[in-house]
């Protein structure tokens, strides 16, 4: 009897263990229902939930400096003076209005009156100064041009003026990247607990390496954004990101593996976006043969062909160019993007007059899958013509650190984001051409170029200096220019009026959703 | 018990000794560090170094061991490089997620083990046996990943049942919570369950061939109380202790099953404190892992004994 009662007990258990298990799958609730709705909203008038899945975590810490894991959220919690449009004019964000001194050795700004940081208080010319200062400290890219300024005066609750001892061209690319932010909450963002800007979300909450929430800023000073609230999942792994947009968890995809985007691609229910792409360049150290001579740096430009690299490993998002500037940015010399002609025979036959065929060449390569990938086809182009290559594969932080140390070697093919500026800011800011590049280049020519380009006072004198300083780069070639890749982000077609800024940042403040 | 405990207490100390020094020193093997992390990749020398003073990576290493160790032992496990956040609430903020699905494996795991084990220790006809063997040699065959991935296009893709990226606690919502967890729990379980299985099938049949074995027979005993009162329990043993190191590694973290489903446990935290020297982190994370390893096996031998009465925790 006992037996019967303890067989029944056992049974009803495993019956109300699967009627359990299929409640929970078919229940009330359905968590895959509730993963489309949260993203509904059929008009730009309702409300929703936009989710972005991001490769790289969120970094409030570093939040002036130009970061991946930042471009979901930072231009929607913090905003800038000014803004560059497409055409890379800027516009009046926070500034209303500004003014550059006939002499160019100063600016006035005028600030948006009305503006209040998230925590209520006023924004004001005192917040600008402080955020300038902050900038100064921090590892910002174009941290240098703000150590450029002589004083920044606050003249007035919203008026304050910048000045310099010599003209800075490139303020706005410096405008572009300074969000401005609050001086009393500043010390929050080192670990994200206190993260107040001006912008039209307000930073709700961050779990680290996980997932971080920005909800509505009811009161934003300009029109309500549509959207309740933003999610932003870190998603490191490539196939949990492809299932995260196609189970329609997420309508943005920002890092996706390049492979899984031309999947992507394909799909029409999603659309790739370009985006402010990087640079593959290949350095070569001039301290060391055999590229102490320019005749064997000029023929390794002749020995890659890099229309293969592009079109085989980027696809769609290849660029070829031999220049590191942005194609899209102001005075882009495009008479000199293929100056080097993809030519084996030539690129020996001055490898031979060098007196460089048959030297080995280690080659240091940052370990990131595509730097690999085109690692190896410029091996097997250097071999073609003569050269030794060996590629010695670096992890992404040994690189850093070496890189920083000026220690790469022979050669070395690093990864540097364009970012969206400007010439003027990426000769100073990218590692292969400031002072004290890898490649042991500097000449007073090479200075009184950048120099040039910086004195430029017009958009033609602009253009005619960057022209002759690209061609004395081009020239000296210390610095080869592979190939470049545009930024690719997957957007779901049920996400409507998202903008890119020019640095690949997103704002979000018109953006709705629906099915 | 006690006693047990106690005679157990000076090589756990010592390993847990031995484990902070290597746990301390292994990151800084690694080329890189957090300051680097910290700067970027275009950061200059100088700002490089402004950080790594300020985190006070510029000290001797024995002076950066012992203030995080002296810490440690009066309960601060410091904090985040990198987050700049304490490790104690980054751990324990991960700590749900982990627990739920490490739970729910080693509930799948047991189930489908034990129960593979038992189907297969017991069953004398030929087809059956090769059933079971067949599903054995699938499951070893499929590593964890891949039996995640099928599960998420079929599941989760082609047909939507259940949600395949991302999770909601238990705490805050059980309902759902449930669902995102059923996939992941089960890609695992039905990873680690053949090993449990095979072991136990196994040592099911040979102990099938002991003479008390053969007394119950003669004396009677139906061959479903041969089966579980006699040949199961003695069986259990050698599978107790597969069970208990597995349970201790999904208790470290379940790296790739958490990857590939979006969840976000210790095992990817440990991932991402790695990949950006986050020293702190892993240091904590290593600890923790070799002490959850050390508690799974003292509480593996305390089962054992209480199963088998042969074996003597004193002893």
């Not at chain 1, 304050?160 to 410096?174: E, G, H, Q, W």
Request: charge should be positive.
């Amino acid at each position: 009897m006992r037996e019967v009662q303890r067989r029944s007990r056992v049974r009803s258990a495993v019956v109300a263990g699967a009627v359990a298990l299929a409640l929970s799958v078919t229940g009330c609730q359905s968590a895959v229902k509730q993963q489309e709705a949260s993203s509904a909203g059929a008009k730009p008038t309702d409300v929703g939930v936009l989710t972005i899945a991001q490769a790289s975590d969120i970094q409030p810490n570093n939040v002036l400096a130009g970061r991946l894991g930042n471009a979901s959220w930072a231009a929607n919690v913090f905003e800038t003076l000014t803004r560059y449009d497409d055409q890379r004019k800027p516009q009046p964000l926070l500034a209303k209005e500004w003014k550059v001194a006939d002499d160019k050795l100063s600016i006035s700004v005028t600030l948006r009156e009305g503006v209040t940081f998230q925590s209520g208080r006023p924004m004001t010319a005192d917040d600008v100064k402080f955020s300038l200062d902050h900038l100064v400290k921090s590892s910002s890219q174009v941290a240098f041009i703000a150590k450029k300024f002589s004083s920044v005066d606050v003249t007035g609750p919203t008026t304050l003026t910048i000045r310099f001892s010599k003209p800075i061209p490139n303020i706005f690319d410096l405008f572009e990247y300074a969000f401005i932010v609050d001086k009393d909450s500043v010390k929050g963002l080192a670990d994200g607990s206190k993260v107040i800007g001006t912008g039209p979300f307000l930073f709700k909450s961050w779990s680290p390496g996980s997932e971080a929430q920005l909800v509505r800023n009811d009161k934003y000073w300009g029109p309500k954004p549509h959207l309740d609230s933003i999610t932003i999942a870190v998603i490191n792994d490539s196939t949990a990101m492809l299932n995260a947009v196609r189970s329609n968890r997420s309508q943005i995809a920002i890092g996706m593996n390049p492979v899984d985007i031309q999947s992507m691609a394909s799909n029409s229910a999603f659309s790739v976006v370009n985006t402010s792409g990087s640079v593959y360049p290949l350095g070569l150290n001039l301290t060391q043969p055999p590229f102490d001579k320019l005749e064997a740096r000029q023929a390794v430009n002749y020995a890659i062909d890099r229309a293969r690299i592009a079109k085989q490993i980027f696809g769609a998002a290849g660029v070829v160019t031999d220049l590191l500037w942005d194609p899209t940015s102001p005075g882009y010399p495009k008479d000199l993007e293929q100056r080097y002609t993809y030519d084996p025979a030539k690129a020996k036959q001055m490898l031979t007059a060098a007196g460089a065929e048959g030297t080995a060449v280690p080659i240091t390569v940052i370990g990131l899958p595509q730097n690999t990938s085109v690692a190896e086809i410029v091996r097997r182009n250097l071999e073609e013509v003569g050269l030794k290559p060996v590629i010695k594969v670096q992890e992404t932080q040994g690189f850093d650190q070496i890189q920083i140390a000026g220690k790469l070697g022979t050669a070395f093919m690093p990864l540097h984001g364009l970012n969206g500026l400007g010439a003027s800011t990426l000769m100073d800011s990218l590692p292969s051409l400031r002072r004290g590049n890898s490649s042991k280049f500097w000449t007073d020519e090479y200075q009184a170029l950048r120099n040039n380009l910086l004195a430029a006072d017009t958009d033609a004198a602009y253009a005619t200096a960057l022209h002759k300083l690209s061609e004395y780069i081009l020239d000296q070639a210390f610095t080869v220019a592979v190939v470049q890749a545009l930024g690719q982000n997957v957007v779901a077609k049920s996400a409507h009026e998202l903008t890119w800024t020019s640095r690949s940042y997103l704002d979000a403040k018109s953006a709705y959703v629906d099915h | 018990m006690l006693r047990f405990l106690v005679k157990k207490l000076p090589s756990i100390l010592l390993v847990l000794f031995a484990t902070s020094i290597i746990a301390f020193l292994l990151p800084r093997f690694a080329p890189g560090d957090p300051a680097q992390t910290i700067a970027g990749p275009d950061a200059t020398a100088e700002q490089t170094e402004a950080i790594r003073q300020s985190l006070g990576l510029d000290r001797p290493l024995f002076v950066q061991y012992l203030t995080w160790l002296g810490g440690v032992l009066r309960g601060h496990l410091g904090t985040s490089y990198i987050f700049n956040r304490s490790v104690s609430d980054l751990i324990l903020s991960r700590m749900e997620s982990t627990i739920e699905l490490a739970v729910l494996a080693s509930v799948f795991m047991i189930l489908i083990g034990i129960g593979l084990g038992v189907l297969g220790g017991s069953t004398r006809s030929r087809p059956g046996r090769m059933a079971v063997d067949t599903a054995n040699t699938l499951l070893l065959a499929t590593p964890a990943f891949l039996v995640g991935l099928l599960l998420i296009v079929l599941l989760g893709v082609t047909w939507r049942l259940l949600p395949v990226s991302g999770e909601v606690p238990l705490s805050e919502n059980p309902e759902i919570g449930i669902q995102y967890l059923l996939l992941p729990a089960l890609a695992l379980g039905l990873a680690h369950a053949p090993s449990i299985s095979r072991l136990l099938q196994t040592t099911m049949r040979s102990t099938r061939g002991e003479e008390f074995v053969d007394l119950a027979r003669a004396k009677g005993a139906s061959p479903r109380r041969i089966t579980f009162r006699h040949v199961l329990r003695t069986s259990l043993g050698a599978a107790v202790v597969a069970i208990g190191i597995r349970v201790g590694e999904l208790f470290g973290g379940a790296i790739i099953i958490e990857a590939i489903f979006a969840r976000n446990g210790l095992g990817q935290l440990a991932v991402q404190s790695v990949n950006a020297r986050d020293y702190q982190l892993v240091q904590i994370l290593v600890m923790g892992a070799v002490l959850v390893a050390v508690l799974s096996q003292l509480v593996t031998e305390l089962i054992l004994a209480a199963l088998d009465p042969r074996v003597r925790l004193d002893a």
